[in-house]
């Protein structure tokens, strides 16, 4: 098991920045490849990035790519998502995931509770 609080959200104008993190808490951080989800009111869940257990590989959704970058530090047990150029449409609850073993599906086994951010026009 491994536990991952969020932080970092907010409420921030078209074109701002933020800078979310997630600690971890548990087993082993890094054996866990890290990643973000969102989830805007009405829709579905979607994922937005992630990155490999050693931070030599990550993965992007289409719609954040060249805005957001992915990073962790094994160290202090953290995996960050810097958000620069936000656009409205960016607005929704952002969940920190964890999963063991394999990496590129997409599909995470740990998840947060998730932190709000809210992107005004």
């Known amino acids: 098991q491994v536990q991952l609080v969020e932080s970092g959200g907010g409420l921030v104008q078209a074109g701002g920045s933020l800078r979310l993190s997630c600690v971890a808490s548990?087993?082993?951080?890094?054996?866990?490849?890290m990643g973000w989800f969102r989830q805007a009111p009405g829709k579905e869940r979607e994922f937005v990035a992630a990155i490999f257990w050693t931070g030599t590989s990550t993965d992007y959704a289409d719609s954040v790519k060249g805005r957001f970058t992915i990073s962790r530090d094994n160290a202090k047990n953290t995996v960050y998502l810097q958000m620069n150029n936000l656009k409205p449409e960016d607005t929704a609850v952002y969940y920190c995931a964890a999963v063991r073993g394999r990496f590129g599906s997409r599909e995470f086994d740990y998840w947060g509770q998730g932190t709000q951010v809210t992107v005004s026009s």
């Open positions: 548990g087993r082993p951080f890094s054996s866990f490849h």
